[in-house]
């Protein structure tokens, strides 16, 4: 059965660096989201891209977050200038149209030290 | 955010049985409804939806209530199996047309099934 992939499963960065999460998603999904859990806390939308423009974003999808889809395949999340507070796993999901179902990828935990 | 709620954070239940997972929500825009499964570090994994039009969907083990009037859905596991033991999160969207877009989540229930 298809499945989103995302890598690296486990980011360390110091504060300040840059990082790219990067996610291949279901190879007929035309749908891409971003959303993120900070521990103990709700699964949190991020962003949602389609047609290589970002469809909506949230609040806390600032001028320090990018999306892009580099290559036709891959899928990436970009924060310039990490944060302590951007510790989180930080999840993919995909969606083809008219099916109404979201998949998610194994996420990846970022930390920030 | 609260337009999602699991207000139960555990919930136990012997093999074999119903387990029942609750979910209320405020958005009256909200119109598809997803249950998702979470083990520890997993991504969620979809289960079963249903959309505002319906009030029931069955696959398998698993049923969806979905009760508008008091903005209420519910999940239904019947029988339970210690493999279902994971946390439960509700997700909702208002329909953009031919996809979900953004979800938003509960909390999540933390379902126990034991032997």
């Known amino acids: 059965e298809p499945e989103v992939t995302q890598t690296p499963s486990h980011q360390v960065t110091q504060m300040g660096q840059e990082v790219i999460l990067r996610c291949v998603p279901i190879?007929?999904?035309?749908?891409f989201y971003w959303y993120r859990q900070i521990l103990g806390q709700k699964v949190e939308f991020l962003v949602s891209?389609?047609?290589?423009?970002?469809?909506?974003k949230s609040e806390i999808f600032d001028d320090q977050f990018s999306v892009e889809r580099p290559d036709g395949s891959n899928f990436t999340l970009k924060i310039r200038s990490t944060k302590l507070e951007d510790s989180a796993m930080y999840f993919c999901?995909?969606?083809?149209?008219?099916?109404?179902?979201?998949?998610f990828g194994p996420g990846t935990r970022l930390t920030v030290t | 955010d609260q337009q999602v709620k699991q207000n139960s954070p555990s919930l136990s239940v012997q093999e074999g049985r119903i387990s029942i997972l609750n979910c209320d929500y405020t958005?009256?825009?909200?119109?598809?409804f997803l249950w998702y499964k979470k083990y520890p570090a997993e991504g969620p994994t979809f289960l079963i939806s249903?959309?505002?039009?319906?009030d029931k969907n069955e696959d398998g083990r698993f049923t969806v209530f979905l009760n508008k009037s008091a903005k209420h859905l519910s999940l239904h596991i019947v029988p339970s199996q210690p493999g279902d033991s994971a946390v439960y999160f509700c997700?909702?969207?208002?329909?953009?047309?031919?996809?979900?877009?953004?979800?938003?989540f509960g909390r999540g229930t933390q379902l126990t099934v034991w032997p």
């Open positions: 999901a995909t969606e083809t149209g008219g099916k109404y179902e979201q998949y």
């Open positions: 190879s007929n999904h035309l749908y």
């Open positions: 891209f389609y047609n290589n423009e970002i469809s909506e």
């Open positions: 958005n009256s825009m909200f119109d598809y």
């Open positions: 249903i959309s505002s039009i319906k």
């Open positions: 997700a909702a969207s208002s329909d953009r047309g031919s996809t979900l877009g953004r979800l938003y």
